[in-house]
């Protein structure tokens, strides 16, 4: 199975969920991380997380979109791929994309990631229409102010889009979450039964559900 975080913006919090994920499961099956991000974002908190003396997760580099491709179509049921995509268009995306089984989208309330969302449409459509079916992405509102309740016009926002399905899960805005990186840890990992833990729970728990994994 591919999972991918991927949204044609930087900075709207891809590494940073790619990496709880990627902790999360690799505990409960094979699982490895693609990192195609040009800051290495995930490839150095790996080594943290080493330094850390905690348990690394596989990490693989392609150097053509070809060879990235090849191993997706290798893909199988019981080993979970999980890839940190860059903020821009590029060959390599265009693969993850078609490939995964899942995409999520991470978006907070700020106006330039709901306008980034649309441009990222745009690049869905040109490859449903390629792929001859409507490729969808799940939106994660990520990053949100805790004082934030109603999310009424962000709603709507995302619900006018047939490439768009909204996620139950919210992750707010938590010191915990840069700590715990910085670390090279997840958030359970740096802080259990904290609300940034518990947010993150919640989001295993959906991505669990929408892939069936039990």
């Known amino acids: 199975m591919i999972v991918t975080l ?3 913006k ?6 940073t969920v790619a990496w709880n994920l990627a902790v999360h499961f690799s505990s409960i099956m094979d699982t490895r991380v693609i990192d195609l991000d040009t800051q290495r974002s995930l490839t150095v908190t790996n080594a943290l997380r080493q330094e850390n003396n905690l348990t690394p997760i596989q990490m693989l580099h392609f150097n053509s ?12 049921p019981d ?4 890839i940190d995509s860059g903020g821009f ?8 994309i078609i490939a995964s089984d899942l995409l999520i989208t991470p978006v907070s309330d700020k106006p330039f990631d709901l306008m980034g969302l649309q441009k ?6 040109s490859l449903s229409d390629i792929q001859g079916e409507v490729i969808k992405t799940h939106v994660l509102f990520n990053d949100i102010n805790p004082a934030m309740k109603r999310f009424g016009d962000l ?3 995302i619900c006018m889009s047939d490439h768009f399905e909204l996620m139950v899960s919210i992750l707010r805005q938590r010191v915990d979450i840069a700590h715990s990186v910085g670390e090279g840890k997840s958030i359970k990992e740096y802080r259990i039964f904290s609300k940034a833990d518990q947010e993150m729970d919640d989001l295993f728990a959906e991505v669990r ?3 069936n994994i039990k």
């Open 155 to 157: 709603v709507d926002f």
């Open 10 to 15: 930087g900075g709207v919090g891809k590494s």
């Open 79 to 82: 080993s979970l791929t999980i």
């Open 120 to 125: 990222y449409e745009e690049i869905l459509k």
């Open 209 to 211: 559900t929408i892939l």
């Open 89 to 96: 268009d590029s060959a390599h995306n265009r693969v993850a």
């Open 65 to 76: 979109a070809e060879e990235f491709a090849e191993y997706a179509a290798l893909d199988t």
């Open 6 to 8: 991927s949204h044609q």
